[in-house]
């Protein structure tokens, strides 16, 4: 195994009305490693993933690659985790799909010959060339959920987090979804309600009820598992 | 769900579509100030205006029968704001009555101010009309930002065209929620018109809250990617020679009429 790019210690966050969402998370992931995240709605999965590039800050410990999850790191950590958030219409904010693919490289500096040449790759490696002066209200869920990924490829990261990459997608445009993510080299954390996406994606399963981890371990093992899984709120693929 | 009403025109091709959008918004303007400065009683430059609007029109190849039905729309807007003019601006009485005991008179001076605020802003909004129909809105977008517009304001504008597809299949599905469950099996149904606007203004308070909070969504999209609250964006194309005469040629033009109005009224 490569060497550790997540490192949760003990992590608590109670949001602002009081609601208790995270109660002491220890989650370690090594370089490389796709991991899936189960549980239960409310269970705290969004609200975990939340805390990989400090959009939420809780009491604890974060560190991603080594550092730490906070303050004047806030930049650096952004370009290495590509977060894609549930609703592509909440990520994809701008008027065409060439802008919005620009935005994170244009955030961070980059000259304009650099900026072109990434949108080009990023779009070629969600398979959605040709799309640059397209409107991202005229696009197909599948086509808008591509475009979303191709909006943090652009951006170099090394840990790519997904919250339900699949939901509400039918079954050709899931499975071309599962293999692009298959062939994307990075370290993966990604949320789903999805058994059948965890189990031909990630090896790694943590399930997570009521704000705490309650099982972390191959998927093969948890999913067979049909006593633990039903027992929070779960069912076999 | 697809919206096409928004820009089902600003696909087409003709030599107004194919003009640089920079050079298309500041022709607008000028048009729209023109139109302001005329003198109410310069009635014949009020023709040629709306002669040469209806004649690009036509060069754009639009129907000019859904041009002015567009139009038309904003016409009630303008008649509630103008309504008092005829009342209030000092002039020869024409007529005089009384509205349940209050005296009013109107004027000859005040019917035709009101006559042409009411034109005026006619004309303005189917130039508008015009540039909408024939320029994409990205590149609007883009002409006023290469034009000076401040990025913010920009940026709200871009946001609003980006959301405005997703607020209304919003609003789409919200009304057709409460229609399916408006059940009326013996025909009396339908409540009393306090609580179908109770249920309205339910329904407008949850696509309130819905944008809200979808707007923290996007902010922390926003976010995530690296925005620190500056703007950026790539640098724009240069203008093309034939752009700028043209543009030149319609100004002049432009400044030619409104002389003549003020040498002639």
Same mark, same amino acid.
């Given at each position: 195994?490569?060497?550790?790019?997540?490192?949760?210690?003990?992590?608590?966050?109670?949001?602002?009305?009081?609601?208790?969402?995270?109660?002491?998370?220890?989650?370690?992931?090594?370089?490389?490693?796709?991991?899936?995240?189960? +549980?239960? *709605?409310?269970?705290?999965?969004?609200?975990?993933?939340?805390?990989?590039? +400090?959009?939420? *800050?809780?009491?604890?410990?974060?560190?991603?690659?080594?550092?730490?999850?906070?303050?004047?790191?806030?930049?650096?950590?952004?370009a290495?985790?590509g977060?894609?958030?549930?609703?592509?219409?909440?990520?994809?904010?701008?008027?065409?799909v060439f802008e919005d693919v620009a935005f994170g490289p244009l955030h961070s500096g980059l000259p304009e010959e650099e900026v072109r040449r990434r949108v080009r790759r990023a779009l070629a490696q969600v398979?959605m060339e040709?799309f640059e *002066?397209?409107?991202?209200?005229?696009?197909?869920?599948?086509?808008?959920?591509?475009i979303?990924i191709a909006t943090v490829l652009s951006m170099d990261p090394?840990?790519?987090?997904?919250?339900?990459?699949?939901?509400?997608?039918?079954?050709?445009?899931?499975?071309?979804?599962?293999?692009?993510?298959?062939?994307?080299?990075?370290?993966?954390?990604?949320?789903?309600?999805?058994?059948?996406?965890?189990?031909?994606?990630?090896?790694?399963?943590?399930?997570?009820?009521?704000?705490?981890?309650?099982?972390? +371990?191959?998927? +093969?093992?948890?999913?067979?598992?049909?006593?633990?899984?039903?027992?929070?709120?779960?069912?076999?693929? | 769900?697809?919206? =096409?009403?928004?820009?089902?025109?600003?696909?087409?091709?003709?030599?107004?579509?194919?003009?640089?959008?920079?050079?298309?918004?500041?022709?607008?303007?000028?048009?729209?100030?023109?139109?302001?400065?005329?003198?109410?009683? @310069?009635?014949?430059?009020?023709?040629?205006?709306?002669?040469?609007?209806?004649?690009?029109?036509?060069? @754009?190849?639009?129907?000019?029968?859904?041009?002015?039905?567009?139009?038309?729309?904003?016409?009630?807007?303008?008649?509630?704001?103008?309504?008092?003019?005829?009342?209030? $601006?000092?002039?020869?009485?024409?007529?005089?009555?009384?509205?349940?005991?209050?005296?009013?008179?109107?004027?000859? %001076?005040?019917?035709?101010?009101?006559?042409?605020?009411?034109?005026?802003?006619?004309?303005?909004?189917?130039?508008?009309?015009?540039?909408?129909?024939?320029?994409?809105?990205?590149?609007?977008?883009?002409?006023?930002?290469?034009?000076?517009?401040?990025? @913010?304001?920009?940026?709200?504008?871009?946001?609003?065209?980006?959301?405005?597809?997703?607020?209304?299949?919003?609003?789409?599905?919200?009304?057709?929620?409460?229609?399916?469950?408006?059940?009326?099996?013996?025909?009396?149904?339908?409540? $009393?018109?306090?609580?179908?606007?109770?249920?309205?203004?339910?329904?407008?308070?949850?696509?309130?809250?819905?944008?809200?909070?979808?707007?923290?969504?996007?902010?922390?999209?926003?976010?995530?990617r690296g925005?620190?609250?500056?703007?950026r964006?790539l640098?724009?194309?240069?203008? %093309?020679?034939?752009?700028?005469?043209?543009? @030149?040629?319609?100004?002049?033009?432009?400044?030619?009429?409104?002389?003549? =109005?003020?040498?002639?009224?």
């Amino acid at each position: 195994m490569g060497p550790i790019v997540i490192e949760i210690d003990n992590l608590v966050y109670t949001y602002p009305d009081g609601q208790q969402a995270l109660k002491g998370v220890n989650l370690r992931v090594w370089e490389g490693e796709k991991v899936a995240i189960i +549980g239960p *709605n409310g269970a705290g999965k969004t609200t975990l993933l939340l805390h990989l590039n +400090g959009i939420l *800050n809780g009491d604890g410990m974060v560190r991603v690659m080594g550092t730490e999850v906070r303050g004047r790191h806030l930049g650096a950590i952004r370009a290495k985790v590509g977060m894609v958030f549930q609703d592509p219409d909440d990520q994809l904010f701008s008027p065409t799909v060439f802008e919005d693919v620009a935005f994170g490289p244009l955030h961070s500096g980059l000259p304009e010959e650099e900026v072109r040449r990434r949108v080009r790759r990023a779009l070629a490696q969600v398979g959605m060339e040709g799309f640059e *002066n397209r409107m991202p209200h005229h696009l197909s869920l599948g086509e808008r959920k591509r475009i979303a990924i191709a909006t943090v490829l652009s951006m170099d990261p090394a840990i790519l987090v997904l919250d339900e990459p699949s939901s509400e997608l039918d079954p050709r445009s899931r499975r071309s979804l599962i293999q692009l993510l298959e062939r994307l080299p990075q370290t993966m954390l990604v949320a789903s309600h999805d058994m059948r996406l965890v189990r031909d994606l990630c090896p790694r399963t943590v399930i997570m009820d009521e704000g705490r981890i309650v099982a972390d +371990g191959p998927t +093969g093992r948890l999913l067979a598992d049909a006593e633990l899984l039903v027992r929070h709120g779960l069912e076999p693929p | 769900m697809k919206h =096409a009403f928004l820009d089902q025109y600003s696909y087409g091709d003709s030599l107004v579509h194919r003009l640089d959008p920079r050079v298309k918004l500041v022709a607008t303007l000028g048009f729209i100030l023109a139109v302001t400065a005329t003198p109410p009683a @310069a009635w014949p430059t009020f023709l040629v205006l709306l002669l040469m609007t209806l004649g690009l029109i036509w060069a @754009a190849r639009l129907s000019l029968v859904v041009g002015l039905r567009r139009s038309l729309i904003f016409v009630p807007f303008t008649l509630v704001v103008a309504l008092s003019i005829p009342f209030t $601006t000092a002039g020869e009485p024409l007529f005089r009555f009384r509205l349940l005991s209050w005296p009013l008179t109107i004027t000859d %001076q005040g019917l035709l101010l009101f006559w042409a605020v009411v034109f005026r802003a006619w004309l303005s909004v189917l130039a508008a009309g015009l540039l909408i129909s024939t320029t994409h809105f990205v590149e609007l977008l883009l002409a006023m930002k290469s034009l000076g517009v401040p990025k @913010a304001i920009v940026s709200v504008i871009s946001f609003m065209y980006r959301y405005i597809f997703v607020l209304v299949d919003e609003a789409m599905r919200l009304s057709m929620a409460r229609d399916s469950r408006s059940a009326d099996p013996d025909g009396r149904g339908g409540g $009393t018109l306090l609580w179908r606007a109770r249920v309205l203004g339910g329904m407008i308070s949850t696509l309130f809250l819905r944008s809200y909070e979808r707007s923290e969504r996007i902010y922390s999209a926003m976010l995530a990617r690296g925005f620190t609250g500056e703007i950026r964006t790539l640098e724009d194309t240069s203008l %093309q020679h034939t752009d700028l005469i043209t543009l @030149a040629a319609f100004l002049t033009l432009l400044v030619t009429v409104e002389a003549m =109005a003020y040498l002639y009224w």
